[in-house]
């Protein structure tokens, strides 16, 4: 999400749409489903998710996933937490859901995310490559 130099956020897209990605930013390792953002933005999950759709032309389940995948991602490369530190850092209910989560996301399993991309980004000597 874009946000200007006061941390406000972009409009890019309307209001609804604003509000939503800014409690997503704030909320997704908690709250995965789409019922609890539309009650927090006072509007029916079924009418949400149109409204949503409509303002930016994704489904409002994309834009959290699209967080988590991200999160998950970057705990992966950048720290030493085992999967289940993950799993809870990120709110599932399982190592083995996040796995199965992940994996739909994004191809493979976390582990084979985590070795392939750090043997990508990395060099022989350990340090970051330039080539991100």
Not at 79 to 101: P, V
Not at 105 to 125: A, D, E, F, I, V
Request: proline share 2%; glycine share 6%; charged share 25%.
């Amino acid at each position: 999400m874009m946000e200007d130099e006061q941390g406000h956020v972009s409009k890019i897209f309307p209001e609804l749409t604003s509000s939503f990605l800014k409690l997503v930013d704030e909320n997704f390792r908690i709250h995965h489903d789409i019922k609890w953002y539309s009650e927090m933005l006072c509007k029916s999950p079924k009418y949400f998710s149109r409204l949503i759709k409509a303002e930016s032309g994704r489904n409002a389940s994309w834009w959290i996933e699209k967080k988590l995948s991200e999160e998950a991602g970057f705990l992966l490369l950048s720290s030493s937490l085992s999967m289940s530190q993950i799993s809870d850092r990120l709110g599932f209910t399982s190592e083995s859901f996040f796995g199965k989560y992940f994996k739909r996301l994004n191809g493979c399993s976390p582990m084979q995310y985590r070795k392939t991309h750090m043997s990508t980004s990395y060099g022989k000597n350990g340090k970051e490559s330039m080539n991100q």
